[in-house]
């Protein structure tokens, strides 16, 4: 599986199982929340798929699995067992509801439960059991308030300090979010501005700030240092690539390090806004642009320890997938 074909994977985003189940429980988190998922390892990369009705197949050959497309075959690899929702890391979504309703993003149609602090403690008591447990990263909805969320995940994180491994943090931020985490433990943050556009972002995102949350970004690399601040960035939202292009390099020059995500189109919210999944071509340029604004601005995709960067299984990762 070379970027090219991994970026084709990541378009399609699917795959249907034969004779198969998918790995762990569903999603509880983002756009794809309730969703299942299987992790696909071919030659070093990683790529997730939802299970879903799919051009692509996935079925068993031997001690190899096949990733299929017709009588053509995509991929040769095996699957990778996930720990708490990925390879390698206890990632865990501790309110799985939200009061704002990004119009991209399941959770707020599923408004889920809440995990309590006990209950996240005993799952990564569960995960370090294993011995594959490399790192903690936590995200969350936003059950009441931002500040009552930072709060919660800060009260939760200073319990996890125990387990001796780096702990990521992603949520909405607040004004004094970055010291707050920080203090609780947190080595990363990611805070999502979703979209480089802000008219989109006005119109997806209702009662969230645009400019607060660059503010937040711009404020965390001051406190956690550089290759440790994150922010998602949806491609296929309607956005242009000059727009993504210039977004790029000006959160790299702040030394915040971009996730570009394909658009999920959940079923639970096709009929709220026009979603398109990128074409591995743009995919791919869009992340060749990533990595060289990265280099550009002394940044490396392989120094984070938590969160998507060392995941890379929904996203072309610079300086581990290219």
């Known amino acids: ?58 079925l068993r050959d031997g001690d190899e699995h096949l990733i299929i497309e017709g009588d053509r075959i995509v991929a040769r690899g095996h699957l990778v067992e996930p720990l708490l929702h990925c390879p390698g890391q206890a990632y865990i979504t501790v309110s799985e ?34 011995g594959r447990l490399r790192a903690i990263s936590l995200t969350s909805g936003v059950e ?6 930072v709060g919660r995940i800060a009260d939760i994180a200073q319990s996890l300090k125990t387990f001796g491994v780096p702990i990521g943090i992603s949520v909405c931020p607040t004004e004094r979010s970055n010291e707050i985490l920080r203090s609780a433990g947190a080595i990363e943050v990611k805070y999502n501005l ?25 404020d965390a690399v001051g406190v956690f240092g550089r290759n440790r601040v994150f922010t998602n960035i949806i491609v296929g939202l309607g956005e242009s690539d000059r727009v993504i292009l210039q977004g790029i390099d000006e959160l790299t ?3 915040v390090m ?13 009929a709220d806004l026009e979603m398109r999944r990128p074409s591995p071509e743009r995919i791919l340029r869009l992340a060749e642009h990533l990595r060289m604004a990265l280099d550009r601005n002394g940044l490396r995709g392989d120094l984070p320890q938590t969160m998507c960067y060392p995941c890379t299984g929904c996203d072309l990762i610079p300086h581990r997938d290219l």
């Open 253 to 255: 020059e702040m030394g």
């Open 144 to 149: 009441v308030s931002p500040e009552h969320e």
């Open 1 to 58: 599986m070379d970027p090219a074909t991994k970026a084709y994977l990541i378009s399609v985003g699917t795959v249907e199982l034969r004779d198969l189940t998918p790995q762990g429980p569903p999603s509880t988190a983002g756009p794809s929340a309730g969703e299942g998922s299987v992790f696909f390892s071919s030659s070093g990369r990683i790529v997730r798929l939802t299970v879903a009705p799919s051009p692509l197949r996935l």
């Open 258 to 270: 971009p996730v570009l995500r394909a658009v999920y189109p959940h079923p639970l919210r096709l």
């Open 194 to 218: 979703e979209t480089l556009d802000p008219d989109i972002f006005q119109a997806v995102c209702p009662g969230l700030s645009f400019e607060g949350i660059k503010s937040a970004l711009a």
């Open 97 to 130: 509801s939200c009061i704002y309703d990004c119009r991209f993003c399941a959770v707020p149609k599923l408004m889920g439960p809440t995990k309590s602090k006990e209950k996240v403690i005993e799952m990564v008591r569960r995960a370090a059991m294993t």
